[in-house]
């Protein structure tokens, strides 16, 4: 789960001043990556160019499976822009006198993590209602194997075990439950929400 | 929507398989960026799945309460013991004279920070900024009273006639106005003051604690034990920017604040819970924290279910 703590051959294993030598290595095969993950040529550079910058930032102790890592760093840059679009959309959806709430975030100390704004403390709450509510929609069956494995954080194999289903069965109640919350929340995780999505069915509560 | 809804259900499948190898580090990159190029429908369905699985993550623990099938019960630990309750009944109720306490006090309201920070601006210009995993209640009929479980920074409008109290740790942090930083969980405590005085109820000692601006109170251990440190007050509280600053702290408190962030319990070995640690972390979303900590102090991370544990390292060479 974490590359750094994985276990690997001493061999593989590198200091973390030494990512920007693996990086060199494996630039071209990560911007492919990022331009198959963005299907945005321009983006990908971007990615790229921030996961230069970033990893000087990286410290601890030896990194275990470095260019996995890196791979790995590149991903989480894409779904922080992804979410970060994600929560811009929302806002102009949902615009709330409340996102006006004063936020200290001056701080301009840029980390990885950087400061919270309102906006993003405003739709925290927002997604957490309507991520709620749509997992509340789904089918009996899907909606248990889902709540299940991803909440209660039960392997495949135990779900299955107490429902009585299959493996495989539990696979596909999930995968159905992930395609509702698609349909049912259509501005998570995916780039650009369909217009069709947009027209119906967005109530702001 | 084009395609049969089995084959997009496919589709589905293979990007959460996908999105799990990458959760796991175990991940064919190449081969995952082979599926990505394929059709542009894997990628917008990677991209669905783990933006919602991200989502579910941030906000499990609320989830999984609000959907939890039998227990439509609130997950009640109840950390505030009664009789230290009672005992602050008396002592608001004497603070405040008889005819002023809050008989008829508004419900209490509960507010927990989910994913990242959340503020709450409260009566009487209190406002609350609490960090991520934390919780607190609110009561009284000004607000007056917040019992802490986690990590909050409080911004106190100085009014002589209200007294904000804290409860957090098993112990009480009176304030009237300031800015200062708590922490509280089962019996630790820590308090930073940023502006202001505030005063702690500690045992044996009648009149309160009390922590200035630039000063620290720390109680933990086991017996417990009260330590004061001076601090750099742009230090504290960091968390609403992102990072965990700690100075000097002992190893058992910088496990039980990282919890909280993580929403993840995380014990330390009673052998290394003494051990002091100084140190930057990123809080990013709390799940690396435990796992930073542990690599930047050389320990041993073990997964226990729902929680982590932090023990020394077998000795090497």
Known sequence: ?205 | MSGSESGARDVMQAAMAWHAATQRGDCDWDAFTAWLEEDAAHQQAYAYVAGVEADIERNRPALREQLREESPVRSGRRRWPLAIAAALVLGVAIALGWNQWPFHATAAQEYTALAGTLQIPLDQGVQVTLASGSHIRVSGRHHERVELTGTAYFDVRHDPDRTLLVMAGGRVVRDIGTRFEVFGDDNMLMVAVTEGIVSVDLPGEAQGARVAAGQRLMVSGTPLRAEYASIAVDDVAAWRSGRLIIRDEPLSLVAAQIGVHSGMKVTVDTAIAGRRFSGVLVTGDGSQLAARLAEIMGLDLQPRGNSVHLAAKAAVQ
């Not at chain 1, 920007?20 to 990022?34: Q, S």
């Not at chain 1, 936020?103 to 709620?132: N, W």
């Not at chain 1, 992930?178 to 119906?200: E, F, V």
Request: include cysteine.
């Open chain 1, 1 to 205: 789960m974490l590359p750094g703590v994985m276990e690997a051959p001493p061999a593989q294993r590198c200091e973390p001043q030494g990512l920007a030598a693996v990086y060199d290595v494996h630039r071209a095969a990560i911007l492919r990556f990022l331009r198959a993950r963005t299907r945005d040529a321009a983006e990908a550079e971007d990615v790229l160019q921030e996961l230069w910058i970033r990893l000087r930032e990286v410290g601890g102790g030896p990194i275990g499976n470095p260019r996995g890592y890196l791979f790995q760093m590149a991903n989480h840059l894409v779904l922080d822009r992804e979410r970060e679009r994600r929560r811009r959309r929302m806002r102009e959806q949902h615009w709330s006198a409340q996102a006006h709430a004063a936020v200290d975030t001056a701080d301009g100390i840029d980390a990885v993590d950087p400061a919270r704004t309102p906006e993003q403390i405003l739709s925290d709450a927002q997604e957490r209602d309507l991520l709620l509510r749509a997992i509340q929609k789904l089918p009996e069956a899907a909606r248990r194997a889902f709540c299940l494995h991803k909440l209660e954080e039960l392997s495949h194999a135990e779900v299955a075990a107490r429902l009585g289903i299959s493996r495989s069965g539990v696979e596909k109640h999930i995968a159905l439950a992930m395609k509702h919350l698609r349909q049912a929340l259509p501005d998570c995780g995916a780039d650009a929400p369909a217009p069709s999505s947009l027209a119906h069915g967005q109530e702001p509560s």
